[in-house]
C-alpha cells in the first residue's frame, strides 16, 4: 500500500528551503521536492500491516525549521464480489 499525504510550507523571507520525510519503516530519511508554491506530497510504500508514523521537516539556510507528524494505519480488508457484476 502506498498512501499519499500532501501538505505545504509557507515562506516568510527568501530562503533556500529544503524537506525531508522519516518514517517508522526503517527506510531511512528521504528528500521530499518543495513546489513552486510550496506543497509537497509525500508518498511512501508500507509493507506491512500496522499503524505507522511519518515526519515530514521544513529546514531553510537561516536554520529555522518546523515539523508535522502523521499516523498511518495500513489494515486488511477483505475483497468483495461487485453485486452489480458477479463473478
Known amino acids: ?3 499519499s499525504r500532501a501538505g505545504f510550507a509557507i515562506r516568510t523571507r527568501r530562503d533556500v528551503w529544503t524537506a525531508t520525510s522519516t518514517s517508522a519503516t526503517g527506510t531511512g530519511t528521504q528528500a521530499l521536492t ?3 508554491d510550496h ?3 509525500v508518498t511512501h ?3 506491512t500491516y500496522a499503524t505507522n508514523q ?3 521537516n ?3 539556510n537561516g536554520g ?3 515539523f508535522t507528524n502523521s499516523s498511518v494505519s495500513v489494515q486488511r480488508f ?5 453485486p452489480l457484476t458477479p463473478a
Open 64 to 66: 529555522g525549521s518546523g
Open 39 to 41: 506543497t509537497f506530497s
Open 34 to 36: 518543495l513546489n513552486a
Open 54 to 56: 511519518v515526519v515530514v
Open 58 to 60: 521544513v529546514q531553510d
Open 45 to 47: 510504500t508500507f509493507l
Open 78 to 82: 477483505a475483497l468483495e464480489s461487485d
Open 1 to 3: 500500500m502506498s498512501p
